[in-house]
T-cell receptor, first 115, second 117 residues
Framework: EAQVTQNPRYLITVTGKKLTVTCSQN?????MSWYRQDPGLGLRQIYY???????DKGDVPEGYKVSRKEKRNFPLILESPSPNQTSLYFC??????????????FGPGTRLTVL | AQKVTQAQTEISVVEKEDVTLDCVYE???????LFWYKQPPSGELVFLIR??????QNEISGRYSWNFQKSTSSFNFTITASQVVDSAVYFC??????????????FGTGTQLKVEL
């Protein structure tokens, strides 16, 4: 089944404790991105990746890191989480990032709480 | 800069009523795509429709219909004979290319639809 998977689905952590949210897709998509969803703000793009070893900042990249060492994986890293990073996170992938036509397929979401 | 406005934060209707969710967008791009996503209480994002900037034909899919009007930069979504299962947050999104490469979805803030018996 074609899908985007994220782990963990739920995470409660404390300020400053490094964490990684994994994202994996099995559709051989070139393009992957991370979004965060906050009440009243919709979804906002954090980082995106056009292909392996090519990543760039979205609208709200502060406090986050990403890497793209393999085509299928695009982990989101929070080196020192803070309470304002409490949010619902979505990973997404699409066939290519070179056309606005391409539908982005979303993972199930990761609900992160930073105490 | 791209912007999507969903002015209706929350709508409540009684089952079988028709309901329209508004979406207004801003972009200087001439080629773009518009999307609607549904987010049920379980939290996942469900793709509903994609429409390109050159196709202003309305679309109907079962109880769902979409009205795209480029002249008013609107892409409204109507649910006919609403059902309780339609209760969800609905997001309108604008897809554009990023200068230098990349594809960005700009989301509206969402409309919470509650359908009651």
């Amino acid at each position: 089944e074609a899908q985007v998977t994220q782990n963990p689905r739920y995470l409660i952590t404390v300020t400053g404790k490094k964490l990684t949210v994994t994202c994996s897709q099995n559709m051989n998509h070139e393009y992957m991105s991370w979004y965060r969803q906050d009440p009243g703000l919709g979804l906002r793009q954090i980082y995106y990746s056009m292909n392996v070893e090519v990543t760039d900042k979205g609208d709200v990249p502060e406090g986050y890191k990403v890497s793209r060492k393999e085509k299928r994986n695009f982990p989101l890293i929070l080196e020192s989480p803070s309470p304002n990073q409490t949010s619902l996170y979505f990973c997404a992938s699409s066939f290519s990032g070179t056309s606005s036509y391409n539908e982005q397929f979303f993972g199930p979401g990761t609900r992160l709480t930073v105490l | 800069a791209q912007k999507v406005t969903q002015a209706q934060t929350e709508i409540s209707v009684v089952e079988k009523e028709d309901v329209t969710l508004d979406c207004v967008y801003e972009t200087r791009d001439t080629t773009y795509y518009l999307f609607w996503y549904k987010q049920p209480p379980s939290g996942e994002l469900v793709f509903l429709i994609r429409r390109n900037s050159f196709d202003e034909q309305n679309e109907i899919s079962g109880r769902y219909s979409w009205n795209f009007q480029k002249s008013t930069s609107s892409f409204n979504f109507t649910i006919t004979a609403s059902q309780v299962v339609d209760s969800a947050v609905y997001f309108c999104a604008l897809s554009t290319l990023i200068t230098g490469g990349g594809n960005k979805l700009t989301f509206g803030t969402g409309t919470q639809l509650k359908v009651e018996l």
